[in-house]
């Protein structure tokens, strides 16, 4: 499975940056991205393993549940 890397915009648009088959690769490819950033536009570049583009879009812009342990006073 390879490692796809995502910029992540604002309203969770994704635009696929690129596609690597080992997680070294895609790890450096995504730091490099990462310094290019301008902190005031929001966007933040994304790396996931997935079994394809489709699997790997819909895990970065699936809604995780609020885990019930961690809201009230002891949040």
């Known amino acids: 499975m390879p490692y796809y890397v995502f910029r992540l915009g604002m309203f969770k648009v994704l ?4 596609e690597w ?3 070294k690769e895609a790890r450096a490819h995504v730091n490099a991205l990462r310094k ?7 966007d933040k570049y994304k790396m996931i393993f997935a079994e394809n583009e489709i699997a790997a879009q819909e895990t970065l812009t699936a809604e995780r549940e609020l885990d019930q342990r961690l809201t009230g006073d002891d949040w």
Do not use: H, V
């Open 15 to 18: 635009e696929k940056q690129a």
């Open 21 to 23: 088959p080992s997680f």
């Open 36 to 42: 290019t950033l301008d902190p005031n536009t929001g």
